[in-house]
């Protein structure tokens, strides 16, 4: 219909074509004049960053030189097509794109070849532009592999290519709506910054597709939409039903080079099918993934075509987490549920429902083009009446794992490794499914059949009634209430050794561990709250499966608040040091063991408020650890909760709902202390540490997490306010570790409105890594007004920093090796890969300038040979020092040294396209080798608005300098 959406086809939908030439696909676009849209279009194959491998570059246009755009665009594609590209490296020619999953594929095109993605992709086109300016290192003739293209010929078009795509500097956007042209506006912010969209409860139609809005065929940043909330987004339910998006779009597309996450939303009676693309080619980090939680989709396709989609729900992303999805009556007659991506990891689908379908139920890849070693993870879902004949269809990876689900037809193409674990193929016995109600009758087995989920562990079901009443989760996405635990309900506060008070929390433990199944212990002792437990000594070790649920005791709720902790805890556990710990799983406890704990408040423990040694899978959330419950003072204790030994895995502190948050204060040694070395490791997420319950002022542990151990995950919690440091990494047992999406230094956002640069320190470094700890991950966090250092490395190696904001701390943004300022030296020399991060050289900035809304940045890193991210940051000020900080990322840029020798550092020299808001900003930068390690942030250059560098691509309105 439009050529905007040919071009999408052709060019950034990324297939190779077998048929007819590549020119043909622009048959409808002969008589087009808009030469902009034909550069925005080479620019999205520009920016996805592939590779092409069959045929040369220019081959591919050989039909194309008689087209006549007759303008810029016309210009580059001729240019393009004229001229032979070589990589950096290899000198291989450039290759056609890939990705297996675009609306071309979907729409009848074949993929000819099938390509894997290379590590840094095409970005390192970026410094094909290089003219060294006056004053600059000189390059060797080795330094210019890259000048094997024709530079006269590719100037203006790369140029162009590169001015539009990098991302605007702009702040993150929520919105609460209520109307459907609200929701659609609301949607296309995510064009220019990260959205939260919050939709009040309703029905709401989209009767055009987003992306037909837009001149992108994506969106550019993370697109967050969460359905059930109140008037005004103070509150909500999680019900998806209460918030249903229809309407007559012949597709609904919501595509972003970031990742998507959607919740509590029921897409209904849409007259086409829903297309879902998370994939971003070097645009903006490594976390690009779709997340799909208490989603419907019921009665798609209505119209009977879906849009050309390959499913009634097509989902396209590197990584995809579903859980608590439900699909439906849909009409697609190929598949209900399709998820597919040429360069696919990972897929999980839990607690879910996919029936009564006409096509087959979930079916991931389409081609041979995916990769063959993905994992699907399908594990308590129901699949039941799907017409198509096959409840479950893969195709290319035999990795599948597939446990405790109910289906009975599975083609799997080639044959799964493991055969699927626990399966029924029974009638599921749903309540009234012809009617939308999958609810289970009390005679299902369905019913506590389901196994626990330490990789998944949901504490709410569809409706935001509890995940798991009885011995284990009911199959599909609701939880009945059939209890058939054995319960055992604590009545008194007493505690004591000889004789054992019946009622006790001592006895209860002791009753669940003689008992070999599953027990609730509960929580019924009269009287108001807050009801203190004061233990004589430490309680009996647990060594069987037990769930121990605060929130049982009359007057208790759980936390609701989006920023801090509101939750009314009436049971306290006190130690007063008596004791070494509250709960403690010994190390002799196998992986099929666990202690399920919430609702309580504890502390005062010389060794550990909780202490897991073993088992596998506990999870700790809705805990307060330390301060006071009432009028009655915990105490303190040594460390809140201590995870130790090489048996002990999956254990989740926290959670990612609200009632999952823990308060983690006032330890006098570490908050947090993680010293278990296994490959599955433990996950942090969702805490205050080192704060109040308000998120606003400090309880401080001495250090709020540290870690000796590998493998471990922190990530999104508030890390503010503690003695020393935010999260210490010590020993060189601590190893590949994720710490990513941390707010360290900060306040909570409840002072947010307007601004969010509120101040919380951890009285030294942010981050702090010593003792040779090395290959760990440090992404997008938020390092502020910290006393020392945003992120100090003082040794160790490959340690990992990508697009975190650190700003405003103390002392420098990252400090590597040696304190202060580690000065440009020879990175070849001998000795330099011994020290933190091999002391890599950060890039050195000549220049910052251009027009007001359009410009360059010009820079050269001296280093080892290799492949490099220069990732570029921009603030309203420079830090004191004058290295940094760099409160914004901006952007990315991939490059390459090849004329390095055994004595000297290579060099190379790069030019980084900038857009947006300019003037008045400083800007700096990192370098990052491929093989992890980072360095520390270059001089802070201001941006200089001069005309002469915008290059003619806008008019002279957006490009103007303000009158100086």
Known sequence: MRLTQALRRAVHKEWFWNSRPFANRF????????????????????????????????????????????TAGGAALIAFAGSSLHLPAQGAPLRMPDSGSRREARRGATPAVAIRPQLFGLTSLRHYMVSVPTGAPAMPRSACNPCLITLSRLATALLLLAF???RPVLAAEERCVSSSSGLLNAILLAQETDVTVRVVQGNYSLDVNPLDQIDDPAFGYNLTIIGGYNDGCTSRVLDPHLTTIGGDADILELQSYDSIT???IRFAHLAGGIYIEAASYGGNGPDEK????????DDLCTSGSCGGTTGAAEIDSDDVSMSHVMAIHNAHSSCALYVDNHDLNAVSLSYSVIADNAGDGLCITRTQAADDDYE??????????NAGGQDIRTRVSPYLNLRNNIFHALEASPAPYILPVSTLDVDPQFIAPDSGNYHLLTSSPAINSGTPLPLDPISQDLDGGPRQIGSAPDRGVYETNVDDSNVITVTSTVDQLFPLVSGSLRWAIIQANADSGLNHIRFNIPGGCPRIITLAAPLPTITDRVIIEGYTQPGSAPNTSFYGFNADICIGIRGNLSADFAFRIPSSVGASHYLQLSGVAIGGFDVAAVDLQGGAGSWIHGVQFAGSLGSTALGNSAVNVR???????YNLIGGEERADVNVIANAWAAGVLLLASHANGSTVQNNLIGTKASGLSAAPNQVGIQIAGSHHTIHDNLISGNQTVGIELVGASALDNFITDNRIGLRSLILCTPVCETDLPNISHGVYTHGGAHDNTINSNSIAWNGGAGVRLADGQRNSLLSNRIYDNEQLGIDIDDAGVDAIDNDTAAGAATRANRGLNYPVLWSAEGGAQRGNLRTVLLSTNGVYIVQVFSGASCDASGYGQGKTYVTSAITTIENADSNSNGSVVVDIPLSGTLVGRKFTLVARDAQGNTSEFSPCVPYTCDTIFAYGQDGTSALSCPAQ
């Not at 279009?41 to 220019?58: D, T």
């Not at 995870?643 to 895995?649: D, E, F, H, K, V």
């Open 262 to 264: 959607i919740e509590s």
């Open 27 to 70: 048959d409808e676009a002969r008589d087009w004049r808009a030469g902009t849209r034909l550069t925005q279009a080479l620019r999205r194959a520009v920016h996805k960053e592939w590779f092409w491998n069959s045929r040369p570059f220019a081959n591919r246009f050989d039909e194309a030189r008689d087209w006549r755009a007759g």
């Open 290 to 297: 779709v997340t799909l939680r208490r989603v419907i989709f």
């Open 376 to 385: 699907l993870f399908v594990q308590n879902s129901i699949f039941r009446d």
């Open 643 to 649: 995870i130790s030994g090489s048996t002990t895995y």
């Open 164 to 166: 539009a795509f990098v």
